[in-house]
Every structure is written in C-alpha cells, then in structure tokens.
C-alpha cells in the first residue's frame, strides 16, 4: 500500500524549488544591476579624475568655473580621496569622517580610507606637468556597496519565507492528521459501543443461567468482553490527554504479552528478560501502553509468518541511566535500510490487508502521551527486527 501522505515530500519540493527559482533569479537582476552600475561609476570617476587635471593646468576661468560646479562639485556619492606623490592625503570628498578629529587624527583616518581604495581600485595617475604628479584613490559609493549586498538580504528573506512556509505546511499536515486520528478513534469507540453492550448483556445471561454458567466459553467471553472494553477506552483516550502512572514496568508487560500469546500461533515462543530490578516503574498509561506492545508483536508475528521467536528485553539505555528502554526483537523478515524511515509513515503496510496503522498509533503512543520514543534499533533482512520502547522512570 502507498503511504497515504506521501505527496508531502513532493509539495516540499516544489517549494524549494520555487524559492531556488526566484533566489536565481533575483541574485541574476541584481549583479547586472551592480555590474552596469559600477560601469557607471568607474566611467564617473575618470571623466572626474581628468577634469582635476584640466582644471589645475587650465588658466581659462569660465572653464575652470563650469567644470568644477558640473563634475566635481557634482560628484556627491564616490568617496575620493588625492594624494601627493609623497603620499600625503591633501585632500578628500565624500567621505564620512568623524567629528572632533584632530589633525593628526584626520591624516591617520585618510590613510587608513587609502588602504582600503587600494583593495577595491588601482589609483588613477594625474600628471599635473613639470614632472609633477597626484593620485587619485576612490572607492564604490554607499548605493552600490548596499546594492551588492543586497541579494544577500534578499536570500535571507526568502530562505526565512521557505522556513515558515515549510513548518506551516508540517503544523497544518500535523493538525489534520490529529484531526484524522481523533475523528476515528471516537467514531471507533462509538460504533463499539452498541454490540459491546450486547455482548455484555448476553454474558450476563450466560453466566446467571444453570445450563451455561460453568461452560469454559461463557469465561471465555467474559474475557473478551473485558478485552473489548480495554480496547474502547484505548480509543477514547485518543485525542485527550492521558493520565500516566508509576507502574511496576515488567508486570505491565508480562501482562500485556501474556493476552497476546493465547491468541497468535503456538510455533510463536514469546520470552521476558529484564536487567533492572523487578520493581521498577514507569510512567504510563497502561491501556496505551499495552497496545503499543501488541501493535509491535502483532507485527512481529507477521513478519515471521507465525513461526519464530519474539524476545522482549527490560534495560537502562546506555546514554541515559534515568530512562527504561524496552527492547522487542523478532526472528522474522526484516526491514530494508531504505523503507526504516517508513514504517512509522500512516498508511505504509506490506500486508494484502490492513490500513497500515499500527505502528504509526504506536509512535504517537510513545512519542505524544509518554514523551518517550519509538524506533527501530536494528533490523537486517531475514534476520530479523529489533524495535525499542524508551520509557521515564518515575
């Protein structure tokens, strides 16, 4: 059966997909922006740096007059900066230079702004005659150096936009799967309720009549009918917040597996081992919890075909001395490296029958009531499965 929720991967795709599409996109636009806009500049500051020429060597004073309003006086975004041929600042324009420098502290801040031309532009040479010359250092303007920038900006955004996309997606999925489980698991507990009044009605008939009162099936029954009440009450607990309690872990799951085994095939042999003390509790909701443990087992037996072992192993995770780790391993078919992330999924089953269902309620079991954990510790195909349960002690 394909898992019922598989199609999220796909929207997820899509999703990045766009926002690699338009990060791409904009990062492209914006270096051509930066491109021709640097263009711009660089054509900018050598008219700039030539008119500095003419104007030192011109004697005509309504040129000198135009070209100094035009183009220099004109130039209020590159920061620019003259020097010597001895390689003193003598002269700066655009730049932001903090107040109450002193003299020396100007000379020092012009340095260091000359430094960092340097790493952006190789100076422009102008010849001023009579073997005289002067530098002319300048670097990129605000506007542009926030333009380069920008796409950066930019990828943040959209990087930020795909996360909250992506965990919005995850909380709505998550919210209709609640609202899928819980619907189900009331509508379930409903619909039992009719026949399991019957039923209960019918032992109770049963068992005050002479003629059936000491029949083994009329025990039989009452067996089940408590099972089937069990059973109701674990469907009813789904969706409410359920009550957890110190209890002692290993007769919880004696009991558990004691049920299941008088009820799948005798070529099954079920084993109980433990390492901690036989009195140890943890926190759970045994109803729960019992079904957790006959989810797995159930599809453990499966696995084997009917035929096999399954051992279950009470021990302290090596990590995390504070926790009860259940170990639940089988003798039967094993998972493939690449379906391990699977099993969990709704849906997702290797059974001609059944929704798949299992060890999805399983999980959410362990994970949403008991804030545990469920996952599969070892599996090797036709070896076999192991699963582990980990629990918090009281």
């Given at each position: 059966m394909i898992p019922i929720y598989d199609q999220k991967s796909r929207i997820k795709l899509i999703i990045v997909g766009v926002a690699l599409l338009v990060a791409a996109a904009t990062v492209i636009y914006t270096n051509i922006l930066v491109r021709r806009l640097a263009e711009r500049?660089?054509?900018?500051?050598?008219?700039?740096?030539?008119?500095?020429?003419?104007?030192?060597?011109?004697?005509?004073?309504?040129?000198?007059?135009f070209l100094m309003t035009e183009i220099v006086e004109a130039n209020k975004t590159i920061p620019v900066i003259w020097v010597n041929d001895e390689g003193y600042p003598v002269d700066a324009q655009n730049l932001n230079m903090p107040q109450g420098l002193t003299p020396q502290q100007q000379e020092?801040?012009?340095?260091?702004?000359?430094?960092?031309?340097?790493?952006?532009?190789?100076?422009?040479?102008?010849?001023?005659?009579?073997?005289?010359?002067?530098?002319?250092?300048?670097k990129e303007s605000a506007l542009l150096t926030q333009l380069r920038y920008y796409p950066l900006v930019q990828l943040a955004i959209i990087g930020c936009?795909?996360?909250?996309?992506?965990?919005?997606?995850?909380?709505?999925?998550?919210?209709?799967?609640?609202?899928?489980?819980?619907?189900?698991?009331?509508?379930?507990?409903?619909?039992?309720?009719?026949?399991?009044?019957?039923?209960?009605?019918?032992?109770s008939y049963l068992s005050e009549s002479e003629r059936f009162r000491d029949e083994p099936i009329v025990e039989e029954l009452s067996k089940d009918i408590r099972r089937l009440q069990i059973i109701t009450e674990r469907f009813s607990n789904i969706g409410s917040v359920p009550v957890l309690k110190?209890?002692?872990?290993?007769?919880?799951?004696?009991?558990?597996?004691?049920?299941?085994?008088?009820?799948?095939?005798?070529?099954?042999?079920?084993?109980?081992?433990?390492?901690?003390?036989?009195?140890?509790?943890?926190?759970?909701?045994?109803?729960?919890?019992?079904?957790?443990?006959?989810?797995?087992?159930?599809n453990a037996v499966d696995a084997m075909d009917g035929r096999g072992s399954i051992t279950i192993h009470l021990r302290r995770p090596v990590r995390n001395k504070t926790q009860i780790a259940i170990d639940i391993t089988d003798t039967g078919k094993g998972i493939p490296k690449s379906k391990l992330e699977s099993v969990f999924l709704p849906g997702y089953t290797t059974k001609k029958r059944g929704w798949g269902l299992g060890l999805a309620l399983a999980k959410r079991i362990i994970e949403n009531y008991?804030?545990?954990?469920?996952?599969?510790?070892?599996?090797?195909?036709?070896?076999?499965?192991?699963?582990?349960?980990?629990?918090?002690e009281e």
């Amino acid at each position: 059966m394909i898992p019922i929720y598989d199609q999220k991967s796909r929207i997820k795709l899509i999703i990045v997909g766009v926002a690699l599409l338009v990060a791409a996109a904009t990062v492209i636009y914006t270096n051509i922006l930066v491109r021709r806009l640097a263009e711009r500049e660089q054509k900018q500051i050598d008219l700039y740096a030539r008119t500095q020429r003419y104007l030192v060597t011109s004697e005509e004073e309504s040129n000198v007059s135009f070209l100094m309003t035009e183009i220099v006086e004109a130039n209020k975004t590159i920061p620019v900066i003259w020097v010597n041929d001895e390689g003193y600042p003598v002269d700066a324009q655009n730049l932001n230079m903090p107040q109450g420098l002193t003299p020396q502290q100007q000379e020092k801040y012009l340095r260091e702004q000359v430094e960092v031309m340097k790493e952006q532009h190789p100076p422009i040479v102008i010849e001023l005659g009579a073997g005289l010359r002067s530098y002319l250092y300048y670097k990129e303007s605000a506007l542009l150096t926030q333009l380069r920038y920008y796409p950066l900006v930019q990828l943040a955004i959209i990087g930020c936009l795909a996360v909250i996309a992506y965990f919005a997606f995850s909380y709505s999925r998550r919210a209709e799967q609640n609202r899928v489980w819980v619907g189900l698991a009331k509508e379930t507990a409903h619909q039992l309720g009719t026949p399991l009044s019957s039923l209960m009605a019918w032992q109770s008939y049963l068992s005050e009549s002479e003629r059936f009162r000491d029949e083994p099936i009329v025990e039989e029954l009452s067996k089940d009918i408590r099972r089937l009440q069990i059973i109701t009450e674990r469907f009813s607990n789904i969706g409410s917040v359920p009550v957890l309690k110190p209890e002692n872990i290993l007769r919880v799951t004696q009991n558990a597996i004691s049920y299941l085994q008088s009820r799948v095939s005798r070529k099954v042999t079920f084993t109980i081992k433990t390492d901690l003390p036989l009195d140890t509790p943890a926190l759970v909701n045994v109803p729960l919890f019992d079904w957790v443990i006959e989810n797995i087992c159930k599809n453990a037996v499966d696995a084997m075909d009917g035929r096999g072992s399954i051992t279950i192993h009470l021990r302290r995770p090596v990590r995390n001395k504070t926790q009860i780790a259940i170990d639940i391993t089988d003798t039967g078919k094993g998972i493939p490296k690449s379906k391990l992330e699977s099993v969990f999924l709704p849906g997702y089953t290797t059974k001609k029958r059944g929704w798949g269902l299992g060890l999805a309620l399983a999980k959410r079991i362990i994970e949403n009531y008991h804030q545990g954990r469920l996952f599969v510790k070892w599996s090797e195909v036709s070896r076999g499965t192991t699963f582990r349960v980990i629990l918090r002690e009281e």
